[in-house]
């Protein structure tokens, strides 16, 4: 059994990693302080009340999920001394997710980028490099930078562009610095484009059903043809907690994705079969980044990781659940407040119901 603490883990991937790692028979603490794509994001944020309220929903779930499991949960500042926490606790391993979850917001406030997923990096290294503890560090596929070749794996060199991608590639630089001059044992995970239940992060597998469900167009930038590494979350939850439980000592970096990329045209397509919806043709972003796939063989060689959650299983049930979810919320709301039933639309586009692909 290990003993596993996940920095600024209430997050989307964080509360599933936790549960995952519960049901694999180890001990479990989230520090997180709720703010970012959380708790006090969602109270703050510029969204209309009828999403408010269906995020709310879906982080109250997280909790309950986690307490279910017997997570140890604790309102903690990553950025802070957390050594009173770590200590009690006796973490064999330190996951470190704490950060902007958002090329875009990174790009508006690039000083907090750097605080939440530096800052907090260094103290998490430095406790690490005291006790003892391995580090797994969750990077992203940004990292590469523009795909030039159809597929990249782990040697394929890093060309981070903005400020998100180059904070995460100086992250994987602090630990490999550290492994190398302090002998600790790190692990480097970069995941791509993911999605799944519970998510409030806005990527673009989360904004195409809402505007479904909203019956406004989602829009397809150069006729949809971008692709992305799209991954379900529970198949990266897997791959962590195999390299948690199974990678060799030193620092090890690896591709956790479903391994296919697919187009943002097939991703739309798989929205229509739950919920009939309209396409509307964009002009082609040129600051997008190229995309492609992340080769996982590295991963299946080493961890036997074997992601089997594509678009046509994995993204789909997702789009049936956030109906559900959508729906329930509506027939919640029309008891109390019959002209409450769904989100305005106007008032949806004027909060910034973006339609760009977000990176991972």
Not at 11 to 25: C, P, T
Not at 113 to 141: H, I, W
Not at 316 to 340: F, H
Request: proline share 4%; net charge positive.
């Amino acid at each position: 059994m290990k003993r596993v603490v996940l920095a600024g883990g209430a997050g989307f991937i964080g509360h599933n990693l936790a549960v995952g790692l519960r049901r694999a028979g180890h001990k479990v603490m989230v520090l997180d302080n709720l703010m970012w794509n959380n708790i006090t994001d969602n109270v703050l944020g510029g969204i209309d009340m009828f999403r408010r309220e269906l995020y709310h929903r879906f982080l109250m779930q997280r909790f309950d999920r986690m307490r279910a499991e017997g997570v140890e949960l604790h309102n903690a500042d990553a950025r802070l001394d957390m050594s009173s926490f770590l200590d009690d606790f006796h973490a064999t391993d330190i996951v470190h997710m704490a950060a902007i979850s958002s090329a875009v917001e990174a790009r508006k406030n690039p000083g907090l980028c750097f605080d939440l997923q530096l800052v907090t990096l260094k103290n998490v290294l430095e406790y690490a490099k005291n006790k003892g503890t391995r580090v797994t560090f969750m990077s992203s596929s940004t990292v590469y930078g523009d795909f030039e070749t159809e597929i990249v794996d782990e040697t394929t060199r890093p060309r981070p562009k903005g400020i998100y991608a180059n904070a995460k590639y100086m992250g994987e630089r602090l630990c490999r610095t550290y492994s190398d001059q302090y002998g600790i044992d790190s692990i480097i995970i970069r995941p791509s484009a993911l999605y799944g239940e519970r998510c409030v992060s806005g990527r673009v597998s989360q904004k195409f059903i809402e505007n479904a469900l909203q019956g406004l167009p989602l829009s397809l930038e150069g006729g949809g043809q971008g692709k992305l590494d799209f991954t379900h979350i529970s198949d990266l939850v897997d791959g962590i907690i195999k390299a948690l439980e199974r990678a060799p000592k030193g620092t090890n970096t690896y591709n956790l994705t479903y391994g296919k990329a697919r187009t943002i045209k097939e991703l739309a397509e798989v929205v229509n079969q739950v919920v009939p919806c309209r396409l509307e043709i964009t002009p082609k972003n040129d600051l997008a980044p190229e995309r492609g796939t992340l080769s996982g063989q590295r991963a299946r060689m080493e961890l036997g990781f074997n992601p089997y959650r594509g678009l046509e299983s994995g993204y789909l049930t997702y789009c049936k659940w956030y109906k559900e979810q959508w729906l329930a919320l509506q027939k919640d709301r029309s008891r109390t407040n019959p002209e409450s039933w769904r989100p305005d639309a106007n008032e949806a586009i004027q909060a910034g119901l973006s339609l760009h692909p977000e990176p991972n």
